[in-house]
């Protein structure tokens, strides 16, 4: 793939950026505009969402852990068109967003309401250690619709160089401390398809250094959750927990699930949607409820697991994601933790939104060539800023 140039995007000064987010867990696009200069935040804009179909979201799930061939081809041109239809209606209510612009320090004469897009796209297979890492969608074409430069392809470099390529959003969240004027160890908690957990320490100055950022995925999260209560209920979640909250957590289950080899290993690591699949045979033979409730206590408990690699205590957990949603779950991590969980709204960021935010910051971060992962997050030998910049009317 040739990278394309990014002369079209300002060198220096805030941007206003708009990151893309489709998650492992299928539901849908979301996409929020945030103004940095890569570095810092210096403020949130607008956000929106779109739900794929359920004929979309079907023919997604279908292309999961496949890395090439018709599914692929076909996922790829729904991820495309899904996001090119909601960022065109977004972008078009933008243009009277002078006011974010004078307070953050934007440019307001700039000649489209955004000066950059970060476009995830959505992976359908994640092994860094065998195949690679596969996220499907054009970033190209989407710069030449959208007639705005766009950042892809985010974490291919990151594994050529020896990196998991996930999670990427810690620099992200190292920002988001600094933003919130934090001077203690606090942790970020993204429980989507995936969990993963960021320790950030911001007493660093920046997030590349040694000991300011700790990354790595917990475990699964609720994407096996989603998929049984899909299968025997005919639900996309478990919405609310109402399901797993008249149920009980199988220890039996519970203590296979945690015999998993992935537990004992060092972080940084990261995980595929399915490479916990076999969860679901661990719960066959329960009820529905009391097999919602084991798979959301596993869920707690790969959390707890993982909190005992921090460095020290952080003062508080952060909770973002869909599964911050859940009271099930949120009070099973309370009970499973030593220090304070809340979710991320508790500190005035928003939980849905927060993963698109992070594009949008790493997409400026990659068109000033700022590093977007570091050994601390992702296991890269060195520090890393992966990326392609697709500039409207240049051609891959």
């Known amino acids: ?31 929020a505009i945030v103004v940095t200069d890569g570095v810092s935040i210096h403020g949130f804009g607008a956000s929106c969402y779109h739900a794929y179909e359920p004929v979309e979201r079907a023919q997604l799930a279908s292309a999961l852990g496949q890395w090439h061939g018709p599914q692929v081809d076909a996922a790829g041109e729904i991820v495309t068109r899904a996001h090119a239809d909601l960022l065109k209606r977004f972008l078009a209510e933008q243009v009277d967003a002078d006011q974010v612009d004078a307070e953050a320090g934007v440019d307001p004469s700039r000649s489209a309401p955004v000066d950059v897009i970060g476009f995830h796209g959505q992976t359908l297979a994640h092994a860094p250690r065998q195949q690679g890492t596969l996220q499907v969608g054009d970033g190209a074409a989407l ?117 998993e080899p992935y537990f004992a290993r060092m972080p940084p690591k990261s995980l595929d949607r399915n490479d916990f699949s076999e969860m679901i045979d661990l719960v066959s033979e329960l009820s529905d409820r009391d097999a919602t409730a084991t798979l959301t206590g596993m869920c707690a408990a790969a959390v707890a697991q993982g909190m005992e690699h921090c460095p020290e205590a952080p003062e508080v ?49 990659v068109a000033r060539g700022l590093p977007t992962s570091c050994p601390g997050t992702t296991g890269v030998r060195a520090c890393v800023g992966g990326g392609v910049v697709s500039v409207p009317g240049t051609s891959d």
């Open 1 to 31: 793939m040739s990278r394309t140039s990014n002369r079209a995007i300002a060198k220096t000064g805030p941007l206003r950026a708009l990151g893309t987010m489709s998650g492992t867990s299928l539901d849908g696009v979301d996409a």
């Open 143 to 259: 710069a030449q619709t959208l007639g705005v430069p766009v950042v892809w392809d985010f974490r291919s470099d990151d594994v050529r160089l020896g990196g998991e390529g996930a999670p990427l959003a810690p620099f992200f969240h190292f920002a988001c401390a600094k933003y919130l004027k934090r001077d203690k160890p606090l942790c970020f908690l993204n429980l989507g398809g995936v969990g993963n957990i960021t320790y950030v320490d911001p007493r660093f100055d920046a997030p590349e250094e040694p000991g300011a950022l700790l990354a790595f995925d917990t475990g699964p999260a609720n994407a096996p959750i989603n998929d049984l209560v899909q299968a025997r209920c005919g639900q996309p979640m478990d919405e609310g927990g109402r399901i797993a909250l008249g149920g009980e957590v199988e220890t039996g289950a519970l203590e296979l699930f945690l015999a």
């Open 317 to 365: 957990v952060l909770v973002t994601g869909g599964g911050r949603h859940n009271p099930v779950l949120m009070e099973m991590l309370r009970v499973s933790l030593d220090c304070p969980v809340a979710p991320i709204e508790s500190v005035g960021l928003d939980g849905d939104m927060l993963e698109a935010q992070a594009f949008a910051h790493l997409a400026v971060r």
